[in-house]
């Protein structure tokens, strides 16, 4: 069983985290339970939680992995009326989130065919949504946040 143990304590810090187990053991060996409960404790704190609710997603922070709910933000854009120029809205995440997804809606001008321009997570930082498009009265973006 111990050897099963150690084996398993060796495979998941392999897998999930470049850790370092200070107590490898051979068959044979007598372990210590102090020595043994280093290494379980070093294994839980890089693995993934497993308590996350049904509306949240497991996510690396950049130290630890964690639970983590999606938000919703919307940003809204008012064209000129006429349609003739460009409109441009962005839907910016809060702080330390990033998007994972996000649309754009456009209310056209009046005998106007609206032209969507922009669709997309905002480059290199991804922290928002932008959507540009001509001929519209009105432009949202949505941005889900993780």
């Known amino acids: 069983m111990i050897r099963l143990l150690t084996a398993a304590l060796l495979f998941a810090s392999a897998a999930f ?28 704190n890089v693995v ?9 997603i497991i996510k690396w922070d950049g130290s630890a992995w ?10 809204e854009a008012n064209g000129d009326g006429t349609g003739g120029t460009q409109t ?9 989130k990033k998007v994972t997804g996000g649309s754009c809606l456009c209310v056209p001008c009046p005998q106007c065919n609206s032209l969507m321009l922009i669709n997309r ?4 930082d991804l922290n928002a949504w932008e959507c540009g498009a001509m001929y519209v009265d009105q432009l949202v973006a949505h941005a889900i946040c993780q």
């Open 17 to 44: 985290a470049q850790v370092e187990i200070p107590h490898v053991h051979e068959n044979g060996d007598v372990i210590d339970a102090d020595e043994i409960n280093q290494n379980l404790d070093i294994v839980a």
């Open 48 to 56: 993934p939680p497993r308590d996350c609710s049904t509306n949240q």
């Open 66 to 75: 964690v639970c983590s709910s999606s938000e919703r933000v919307d940003a």
């Open 88 to 96: 441009y809205a962005t839907a910016t995440c809060p702080e330390g």
């Open 121 to 124: 997570p905002k480059a290199y």
